[in-house]
């Protein structure tokens, strides 16, 4: 069995350090929003040979200051996204989502390269192509917008998942 994991620290966007807002201002980013950031990104790098589950988590669950994380098994073809939780954010509320998008996008761009060789030299080397790959495929997604549908991120939008709940809870 070939396992790998990669943590990422800031994804390509911003990281500012905003003052974290009330929590009821924080935008919902719910389970099935983020299904669906991963099925067209996942269909866009030809992916889809592979099962990959992506999972919102609270900042305890990750190394600390990453805002992602990328565990895959090559041969089963199977990939574990995780996610920060929208109420361990430290931008703005209504930057959460994209940003959120970017890093399930910078986890499926790292596991587009996971056929390569891969050494602990490289790391730097990795995360740099990878923001940038990542960069463009947003970029080119602004100007091709119907290419990633979007589901509603509003404030008022609730899970209605009951694990999801559980496990945005403190
Ligand atoms: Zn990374």
């Not at 073809?77 to 994209?98: E, F, G, N």
């Not at 060789?117 to 995360?127: K, M, N, Q, V, W």
């Not at 917008?145 to 809870?169: F, G, I, N, W």
């Amino acid at each position: 069995m070939k396992l790998f994991a990669v943590c990422c620290t800031l994804a390509g966007l911003v990281c500012a350090a905003a003052p974290p807002p009330p929590k009821d201002a924080r935008p919902v980013v719910s389970q099935a929003q983020v299904n669906v950031w991963t099925k067209s990104w996942q269909d866009v790098l030809s992916l889809n040979d592979w099962t990959i589950t992506t999972q919102i988590v609270r900042a305890s669950s990750l190394n600390p200051d990453t805002l992602g994380h990328l565990k895959w098994d090559i041969e089963k073809k199977t990939a574990l996204i995780s996610v920060l939780d929208p109420l361990d954010y430290q931008l703005p509320p209504d930057a959460i989502p994209r940003d959120m998008e970017f890093t399930v996008l910078h986890e499926l761009v790292h596991l587009r390269l996971g056929e390569l060789p891969r050494s602990p030299a490289s790391r730097d080397t990795e995360e740099r192509v990878v923001n940038q790959i990542a960069t463009a495929l947003f970029k080119l997604q602004d100007s091709h917008p119907p290419r990633v549908p979007q589901l509603p991120t509003a404030a008022t939008e609730k899970s209605k998942a009951p694990d999801e709940a559980s496990r945005s809870a403190h």
